[in-house]
T-cell receptor, first 118, second 116 residues
């Protein structure tokens, strides 16, 4: 079946602009995660959704970052007033609801969106 | 706090050699999961293996095997008879079940280069 998809694959913007990054999870996966990966480093957690609600947003760096998942499927990561330090690859992952404990199933990742802030 | 350390930044081997990637983790939780992911040059993270904290049995899956030792907090990964297509960055990751948190904590990765 189809994997996690993310659009756009690349986004170039100017400092101060607003951007939206989209994630379409694997069908039937109730849990969705956003991570950010800087060059030469491992991914860093941003936010975790279980259904429509954000169960854990402790990784969002500041209030310029916000994410929604209004219907429990597609999610949008929104970044306001972008800064050059926001440049990174933004990864989305999803996992199935079949674990004994919610959110413990394997996370499957999308191809990422490479964000470049000039 | 959780932490994953991959001390090997880069490893280079010749095709058909065996290679072991090291991973050491820190967590105060008694229930957790450990993962290995592969990130080829295309950039997509590919799931390889998963282990939970209650199961220290080591296994072999094809050319992959892993050695999980709670006593030393290590979760090492071995590729037998390496191939050029194994060249990628390999990440070890920890999922601790603390409250509602379900975040993966990744190591900094090991760049594996397999030479023909």
């Amino acid at each position: 079946g189809a994997g996690v998809s993310q659009t756009p694959s690349n986004k170039v913007t100017e400092k101060g602009k607003y951007v939206e990054l989209r994630c379409d999870p694997i069908s039937g996966h109730t849990a969705l995660y956003w991570y950010r990966q800087s060059l030469g480093q491992g991914p860093e957690f941003l936010i975790y959704f279980q259904g429509t609600g954000a169960a854990d947003d402790s990784g969002l760096p500041n209030d310029r970052f916000f994410a929604v998942r209004p219907e429990g499927s597609v999610s949008t990561l929104k970044i306001q007033r972008t800064e050059r330090g926001d440049s990174a690859v933004y990864l989305c992952a999803s996992s199935s609801p079949h674990g004994l404990v919610a959110g413990t199933d394997t996370q499957y990742f999308g191809p990422g969106t490479r964000l470049t802030v000039l | 706090a959780q932490k994953v350390t991959q001390a090997q930044t880069e490893i280079s081997v010749v095709e058909k050699e065996d290679v072991t990637l090291d991973c050491v983790y820190e967590t105060r939780d008694t229930t957790y999961y450990l993962f290995w992911y592969k990130q080829p040059p295309s950039g997509e993270l590919v799931f390889l293996i998963r282990r939970n904290s209650f199961d220290e049995q080591n296994e072999i899956s094809g050319r992959y095997s892993w050695n999980f030792q709670k006593s030393t907090s290590s979760f090492n990964f071995t590729i037998t008879a390496s191939q050029v297509v194994d060249s990628a960055v390999y990440f070890c990751a920890l999922l601790s079940l603390s409250g509602s948190a379900r975040q993966l904590t990744f190591g900094s990765g090991t760049q594996l280069t397999v030479l023909p």
